[in-house]
Structures are given as structure tokens and as C-alpha cells.
């Protein structure tokens, strides 16, 4: 009886090596400096958006009173550039005394006062991208700082090390993260930086050592760029999409809703697709000037329940057409046999497109038909069986988000 339960068990369930600290059970969600605030650090002249415990604690205040701690954004993250530029004589990095002028324990402290985490970032190699000082050679030591802040999230970045180096370096300061016992989300760049240097990203072993991890270039404040990262994300090269489980998620970069590029078709399109694919949602958008729209497409609650499914498994691209600028995404979820559905229309011209799919082409079998919801404003879509079609228009940079629920 056990053993027959046993083989069922595991003739279906994919063998998931994941990252086994508790954490990042969903795609982490939060705030990233880097997209919006890159490496500003004039504080003379620019004080309101510089790299700075200021900025951080705006932030985290708009976070938590403006209800997007409430919708689960809970991590508050610096990336490259708060470091100063010099370590002490021990070897300690340090945070740049004029723009942190309590220290980062202090800092923690305020954001931990809010309910809120905080992440810092850090790189493999000798210094980080910007040429700030890097962990190589400190890998215990920059743990055991991080820990004693009270840092809950580490991005490690793949900058100024030979690429040979990152399946020793990325497990290794991982292990000493774990030494620490303190909770801390660590976030790779190691598929991304093999990747962009020639190498194939062994995404099981990346997957075994980070709870989040880049796999594709930076995101940029425009559509094109949502453009590329969609395209790449339905090539699945490697089935870097099966390494997808809680502990462990593909990281499809920042979200750039807010900012300057994107249309409100291009920004659904993102939050959509970033919900199909289960990336992590770390938005880098300035808190305190945000529009109404883009706040509430952040918060809205169905599209993260899609991003938030604890069956935490990334959607496929099962269809594409007209050269992979239609794409029919489906995600199956936890709710015994309901799926997402995103139809994404990458083209940036013309009209909206008339798209008919039967439901049997979708992957959706089930006899008595399925129950479809329009995601983003919530409205009744229509039922369906499997021999019928769902039909939807889809206008150029966007996106047609479903939900289809098994009927009885
Ligand atoms: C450290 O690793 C062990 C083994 O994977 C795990 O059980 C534990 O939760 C980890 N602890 C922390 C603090 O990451
Ligand atoms: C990838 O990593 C996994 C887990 O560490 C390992 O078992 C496997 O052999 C590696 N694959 C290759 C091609 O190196
Ligand atoms: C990816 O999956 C497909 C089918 O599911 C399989 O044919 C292919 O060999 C896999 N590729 C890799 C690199 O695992
Ligand atoms: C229904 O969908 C199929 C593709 O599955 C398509 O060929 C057909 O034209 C659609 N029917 C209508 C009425 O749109
Ligand atoms: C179908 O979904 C709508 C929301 O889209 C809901 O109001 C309705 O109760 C559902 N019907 C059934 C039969 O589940």
C-alpha cells in the first residue's frame, strides 16, 4: 500500500533540487535600487535619489504605509554601489560613511521596525560591476557582517571573476551564508554571467545553491526589452523553466512598471508575464511619486495570486506564432486543475489582434469544461468546453491574462 502510494508519488512529481533554507517558499517579491536608481551617489547634489540610508528609509516608509507590504512585498534592496570604496584594516567591508551615516545596522533595524527585510548586494569576484570592493577572499567574513546587521537577502553579483570560478564561488559563499544561521535569501547571477560568457548554465546546480537567480541580460525601462526577455523565456533553453520549484525561481529581472518606458499595455504585459513565469517581483520604481495606475497593477491581487501559487511551477510557451510575436502561455496551479493563461502580443503595431484558441489546444481536457476569469479587472470571461474556442482580441504590446477553473 505505502510503496504503491510511493511510486504514484513520484512517477508525477518532477525530482526538485532546491535550495533547502525555508526560504523563498513564492517568488520573493520587493524593492531593487538598481533599475531606477542605478549607482547615483550625489548626495550633494541630488540627495533625494542618491544610494543612501535616506533613500532606503523613504522607500521603506512608502512601502510599508502605502499597501505594498500588505500585498506582499516584503524585501527592501540595495544593489551595487553602498559599499565604501575602501575596507577597514581588519578586512571588513563597510557601508560609505556619508551616505550611511547610522551604519547598516541601524538601517536594518529601522526597515526590520516596519515588518519590512532587507537585502544588500555583494559580487563573487575582487570587486562588484562599479568597481566597488567585491567578496572574493572575504567570503566568511562578508557573511558573518551581513548576518550581524541583520541582512535578510543577499543579490551576488558575477562581476571582475574568471567564469571557472563561479560553480566554487557561488556554492562556497552560499555555504557561509548557511554557517551564519541566519535566514538569509541569496540571490545568484550565475546562469546570467555564464551565459553572457560563453558557458552553459548548469541550471540544476544553480538551482540547488540559490533561492533566486538571474538567467537572462538586465532589464531596461522599455518594452523591447520586456520584448527580448519573453521571447528568451519561450525558448526555454535548456528547460531552464524545470528547475522552477519553491526554494528556487528563475529571476526574470526588475520590474519597471512606473518608471518612464513602459504604455499601460506594455506594464500589464509585464506584471502578467512575470506572474506566468513566477519570477520574482522586485519592483525599482520610485515609491514616493508613483501614478495611481501603475500602484494598483502592482497590488492587484489576482495577478499576484497567479505569481504567488505555492505549486510554484514557471508557464510554458505552449503555442507561437507570426515568429514567436504570439505567444500562449499556460501555467497550471494549485487549485486542482486550474491554469493561468497569458496570450502576449509582442508586435508594436496596428490593431488589436483577433485570436481563437479551443480549449483542447491549451492542454485543457476536462469534459465538463472549465470556469475563465479576466485577471486583471476580475470580470467573468465565459465557460467553456473542450471542444470550444476562447476568443479574445489582443492589443499590440499586450497581454490577455485567464484563469480557468474545472467546472463540476
Ligand atoms: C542550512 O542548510 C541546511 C541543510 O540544507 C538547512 O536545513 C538549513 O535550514 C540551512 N540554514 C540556514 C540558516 O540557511
Ligand atoms: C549539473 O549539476 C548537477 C547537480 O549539481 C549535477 O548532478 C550534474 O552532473 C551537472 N551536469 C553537468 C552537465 O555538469
Ligand atoms: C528539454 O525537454 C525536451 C522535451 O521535454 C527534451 O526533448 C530535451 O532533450 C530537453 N533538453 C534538455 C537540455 O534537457
Ligand atoms: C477555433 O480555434 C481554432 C484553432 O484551435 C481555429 O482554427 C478556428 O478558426 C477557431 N474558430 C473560430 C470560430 O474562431
Ligand atoms: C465563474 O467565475 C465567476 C468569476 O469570473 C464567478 O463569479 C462565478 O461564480 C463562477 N461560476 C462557477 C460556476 O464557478
Redesign the pocket.
Known amino acids: 500500500m505505502w510503496n504503491s502510494l510511493l511510486i504514484i508519488a513520484y512517477s508525477w512529481l518532477p525530482i526538485i533540487h532546491a535550495l533547502d533554507n525555508g526560504l523563498a517558499l513564492t517568488p520573493p517579491m520587493g524593492w531593487l535600487s538598481w533599475e531606477r536608481f542605478e549607482c547615483n551617489t550625489n548626495c550633494r547634489e541630488d540627495p533625494d535619489n542618491c544610494i543612501g540610508e535616506r533613500l532606503v528609509m523613504q522607500m521603506a516608509d512608502r512601502m510599508a504605509q502605502d499597501g505594498f507590504l500588505a500585498a506582499g512585498y516584503e524585501y527592501i534592496a540595495l544593489d551595487d554601489c553602498w559599499p565604501a570604496r575602501d575596507r577597514d584594516p581588519k578586512g571588513n567591508i563597510l557601508p560609505d560613511p556619508e551616505r550611511f551615516p547610522h551604519g547598516m545596522k541601524a538601517l536594518a533595524d529601522y526597515v526590520h521596525s516596519l515588518g519590512l527585510k532587507l537585502g544588500l548586494y555583494a559580487d563573487v569576484g575582487r570587486h562588484t560591476c562599479a568597481g566597488f570592493p567585491g567578496s572574493l577572499d572575504h567570503y566568511e567574513q562578508d557573511s558573518n557582517t551581513f548576518a550581524e546587521w541583520g541582512v535578510d537577502m543577499v543579490k551576488f553579483d558575477g562581476c571582475n571573476t574568471d567564469e571557472q570560478h563561479f560553480e566554487i564561488g557561488y556554492p562556497l559563499f552560499g555555504f557561509y551564508l548557511n554557517k551564519t544561521r541566519r535566514p538569509i535569501m541569496y540571490s545568484c547571477e550565475w546562469a546570467l554571467y555564464a551565459r553572457a560568457k560563453g558557458f552553459k548554465a548548469n541550471y540544476t546546480a544553480v538551482a540547488e545553491t540559490c533561492n533566486t537567480f538571474r538567467v537572462y541580460g538586465d532589464i531596461w525601462d522599455n518594452y523591447e526589452s520586456i520584448q527580448s526577455i519573453s521571447k528568451w523565456y519561450a525558448d526555454d533553453e535548456g528547460n531552464f523553466s524545470a528547475v522552477a520549484a519553491p526554494g528556487s525561481f528563475n529571476d526574470a529581472d526588475m520590474l519597471v512598471i512606473g518608471n518612464y518606458g513602459l504604455s499601460k499595455d506594455g506594464a500589464k504585459s509585464q506584471m502578467g508575464f512575470w506572474a506566468m513565469v513566477a519570477s520574482p517581483l522586485l519592483m525599482s520604481v520610485d515609491l514616493r511619486t508613483i501614478d495611481t495606475f501603475s500602484k494598483e497593477l502592482l497590488q492587484n491581487k489576482r495577478v499576484l495570486k497567479i505569481n504567488q501559487d505555492p505549486l510554484g511551477v514557471q508557464g510554458k510557451a505552449i503555442i507561437q506564432f507570426l515568429d514567436g510575436n504570439l505567444q500562449v502561455w499556460t501555467r497550471p496551479l494549485s487549485a486542482r486543475g486550474s491554469f493561468a493563461i497569458a496570450i502576449v502580443y509582442l508586435l508594436q503595431v496596428g490593431q488589436p489582434l483577433r485570436t481563437s484558441f479551443s480549449l483542447k489546444q491549451l492542454g485543457l481536457t476536462h469534459q465538463r469544461g472549465y470556469?475563465?476569469?479576466?485577471v486583471f479587472d476580475?470580470?467573468?470571461?465565459g465557460?467553456f468546453k473542450p471542444n470550444e474556442n476562447i476568443t479574445s482580441f489582443v492589443n499590440p504590446s499586450g497581454i490577455v491574462l485567464l484563469?480557468a477553473?474545472p467546472?463540476?
Do not use: V
Request: hydrophobic share 25%.
Open positions: 470556469n475563465f476569469t479576466e476580475g470580470g467573468h470571461f465557460s484563469t477553473e467546472l463540476n
